[in-house]
């Protein structure tokens, strides 16, 4: 009886995971040729939550995780090529006090991802038809806490490894420059080619986090997040704007998110999202997406992730489909460890209020339960309104010098 | 005394084997074993017509890739081709049949939906009963 039970334990399990592999949709060559662009702003994204402080640390690495060739092959136009799309990323932040009031910062994100014929840890395959690409982006951050203004800028390096003739031409290395601005709830990111501006994101993260010395609860908890984020379509392509409104809707546990295009005017994507905790270690959220293949219900792809500290499992949810080359119909494991901290706090990216292990107040004062005759001096007795004298037992000595008497 | 405190050590040598080999398993260092990212063509051309070249046909038809450019006679095997070819695609085989009474045909069959698992594949090619038709079977 035992073993049928295992044994139908194993089968609930496989059965998903089996089923989720099988109907795995292949990732496009259009996906992957985009995905220079969608790196750089998924970094220049984390940046800004990251640089909501202006202060203290961050750290973060990761790589997705698909043991299966069938669950994200590419399609191409001569059929279905077996192999792995992969994303293996890594980000580092710190800051400390140069003089009072005054933090200066250092950040460096780093992301290597793309498609290839094999699994691997650092060298790929290199097919003909794989794509490995790496972003990589560095700078430095000055804030003046007393103000509440942060100052941040640096470069954006996009180099491609290994692009097989299957895409569309691009250039081996790319340059581009970015700039952020940040005063109390207020950001201004933006981001360049050249003398070409490629994005511009506009935040008011107007939600009151403790985390960064604002309120634990209260109506101040529940005002939006609402970020507006500009993209240059480039000489071929119409620029566009995609309006996003996060919402505190219980007690900074359950949050909403919905975001939208335009000028197509169109919903893009909705997210419900519940943390167990408000320092966000842990994460259960159910998405919806449009994926704009305009065919009726299949142009909403509905999903969901848990993310728990040092692994995430997404099905379909939003989050994979736009760090993954849109990978859809399949299990994505990523297997991570990400953590923020100011002042000793430790938080996850985006918190607002840090983890309550760290958060434990003592309100006691000092006391000893010492017995009061044991010829030592109590804490009670040195507060007492009594003057208190000390007498110190011990050997007086005198330090004596060739041909000096004693000093 | 000595021995089992070797056994021990083995035991704790062994389990240490075990994590090691999960751990990399996972990072995908292990998959290389398994799973070969090209494929090894060889044809056996057991027809009657002269195979002229095996390519890789995109699915609208306007795009070639060619994977065996090589003359293969009745009864007779190609050399081994190894291209990045895993997965599956439509293959286009040119052959030049023989007509009686007249100079060869040139033609070609397409075959849909043909799966490569990577690694080595030998490819028989044979007449089909049903006339007119090529019979494919990879041993």
Request: hydrophobic share 40%; proline share 3%; net charge negative.
């Amino acid at each position: 009886m035992m073993k049928l039970r295992n044994t139908l334990k194993i089968f609930a399990c496989a059965l998903p995971l089996l089923a989720g592999q099988a109907l795995a949709d292949a990732v496009s060559i259009d996906a992957l040729a985009v995905g220079g662009a969608t790196m750089r702003d998924n970094q220049l994204g984390e940046i800004r939550d990251v640089l909501r402080g202006g202060r203290g640390g961050y750290l973060d690495f990761g790589f997705n995780y698909m043991p299966l060739v069938s669950q994200t092959p590419l399609k191409s136009e001569y059929g279905e090529h077996d192999g792995f799309a992969f994303r293996h990323h890594m980000a580092g932040f710190g800051a400390g006090e140069i003089s009072k009031n005054n933090y200066l910062g250092f950040l460096l994100w780093f992301e290597r991802s793309g498609w290839d014929g094999e699994d691997f840890v650092l060298f790929p395959y290199y097919n003909d038809f794989s794509a490995v690409r790496s972003v990589t982006t560095w700078g430095f951050s000055y804030t003046q806490s007393a103000m509440d203004l942060t100052v941040a800028a640096g470069m954006q390096h996009q180099n491609v490894e290994h692009v097989g003739d299957i895409y569309p031409d691009e250039n081996d290395s790319l340059l581009y420059s970015w700039a952020h601005l940040r005063w109390g709830h207020t950001s201004v990111q933006g981001s360049f080619h050249r003398t070409d501006w490629r994005s511009l994101r506009i935040s008011m993260d107007l939600e009151s986090r403790e985390v960064y010395g604002g309120r634990r609860s209260g109506p101040l908890t529940y005002l939006p997040n609402l970020e507006v984020a500009l993209y240059n379509g480039g000489d071929d392509g119409d620029d566009s704007v995609r309006v996003t409104w996060e919402q505190n809707l219980i007690a900074q546990r359950l949050y909403g998110e919905v975001s939208f295009d335009f000028p197509s005017r169109e919903f893009h994507s909705a997210a419900l999202k519940y943390y167990p905790d408000p320092s966000r270690m842990i994460g259960f959220e159910a998405t919806c997406l449009r994926r704009n293949v305009r065919s009726g219900a299949a142009d909403l792809l509905w999903g969901g992730a848990i993310d728990l500290l040092f692994v995430r499992i997404g099905y379909n949810s939003a989050y994979e489909y736009n760090h993954l080359y849109r990978a859809k119909g399949t299990f994505i494991a990523e297997f991570k460890f990400s953590m923020a901290t100011i002042d000793g706090f430790l938080f996850s990216r985006g918190a607002p209020r840090s983890a309550p292990m760290e958060t434990m107040k003592l309100d006691k004062k000092n006391k000893d339960n010492w017995p009061k005759d044991d010829g030592k001096i109590h804490l009670d007795q040195a507060t007492g309104s009594a003057p208190k004298t000390l007498e110190a037992k011990g050997v007086r000595y005198e330090k004596t010098t060739y041909g000096g008497g004693a000093k | 005394m000595i021995f089992s405190s070797m056994i021990r050590s083995a035991r704790r040598l062994a389990l240490l084997a075990v994590f090691a080999l999960a751990t990399f398993g996972l990072t995908g260092c292990l998959s290389h074993w398994f799973l070969d990212p090209s494929t090894r063509l060889q044809v056996e051309n057991r027809s009657s017509s002269t195979i002229v070249g095996i390519d890789v046909v995109s699915e609208d038809g306007s795009s070639i890739r060619p994977w065996i450019r090589d003359t293969i006679a009745p009864g007779e095997r190609s050399r081994v081709y190894e291209e990045d070819w895993v997965g599956t695609f439509n293959i286009r085989i040119r052959v030049i049949e023989p007509a009686s009474g007249k100079a060869s045909v040139e033609g070609s069959y397409d075959i849909e939906d043909l799966e490569f698992d990577g690694g080595s594949e030998f490819l028989v090619v044979s007449d089909s009963e049903k006339g007119h038709r090529l019979h494919l079977e990879f041993k």
